[in-house]
């Protein structure tokens, strides 16, 4: 079974700085999707990026970039130029295109992210 | 697009007690589920649906019916309410396997309280 291990359950980041969420998962297929999503105190759950694994470049959203190590299982998130907009709840999740739920989201325990002024 | 939508916002509901958690989307999506969240343990899925008529249990589903009878409409019925089931209850949806992406939109979430 797939699993997604968020080491990480707070950090702190002063604004304009720049941090990095860990996240490594575990599974034997070699094709998935991995995300990483956001929740702010309006507790809304909001998709910030997400990488295909057949992909090796890296994705990007403004601000927003992974690091992504396939062989390690791994895929960090980086918050570059950090805002206090940012300070929420933030969820890596994995999901894989086989077997019946193909949009079924496995999901890590969150890392807590405050953004200092 | 209202995207997700899901009624009520908060619930608070006595222990044997019944509720049904709506939610609706408004983008034609085949795929919908409901995941629950509580402190420390991240989203579980509780049931989820590939299309009308056809849905499945997911990782926590004990407690929970669901159906499906259209393609924008997956209600979360609750048949006799347990404190254990105090919790944030997540609706969303997807394009599925025809959208050829993977990613799912949530709604805003109900806050409900078992007592």
């Known amino acids: 079974a797939q699993t997604v291990t968020q080491s990480q359950p707070e950090m702190s980041v002063q604004e304009a700085e720049t941090v990095t969420l860990s996240c490594t998962y575990d599974?034997?297929?070699?094709?998935?999707?991995l995300f990483w999503y956001k929740q702010p105190p309006s507790r809304q759950m909001i998709l910030v990026i997400r990488q295909e694994a057949y992909k090796q470049q890296n994705a990007t959203e403004n601000r927003f970039s992974v690091n992504f190590q396939k062989a390690a299982k791994s895929f960090s998130l980086k918050i570059s130029d950090s805002q206090l907009g940012d300070t929420a709840m933030y969820f890596c999740a994995f999901s894989s295109p086989y077997g019946g739920a193909t949009n079924k989201l496995i999901f890590g325990t969150g890392t807590l992210l405050a953004v200092q002024p | 697009n209202a995207g997700v939508t899901q009624t009520p916002k908060f619930q608070v509901l006595k222990t044997g007690q019944s509720m049904t958690l709506q939610c609706a989307q408004d983008?034609?999506?085949?795929?919908m589920s409901w995941y629950r969240q509580d402190p420390g343990m991240g989203l579980r899925l509780i049931h989820y649906?590939?299309?009308?008529?056809?849905?499945d249990q997911g990782e926590v589903p004990n407690g929970y019916n669901v159906s499906r009878s259209t393609t924008e409409d997956f209600p979360l019925r609750l048949l006799s309410a347990a404190p254990s089931q105090t919790s944030v209850y997540f609706c969303a949806s997807g394009p599925g396997l025809a959208g050829g992406v993977y990613e799912q939109y949530f709604g805003p979430g109900t806050r409900l309280t078992v007592t």
């Open positions: 649906s590939v299309g009308a008529g056809i849905t």
């Open positions: 983008m034609n999506h085949e795929y």
């Open positions: 599974t034997s297929e070699s094709n998935y999707y």
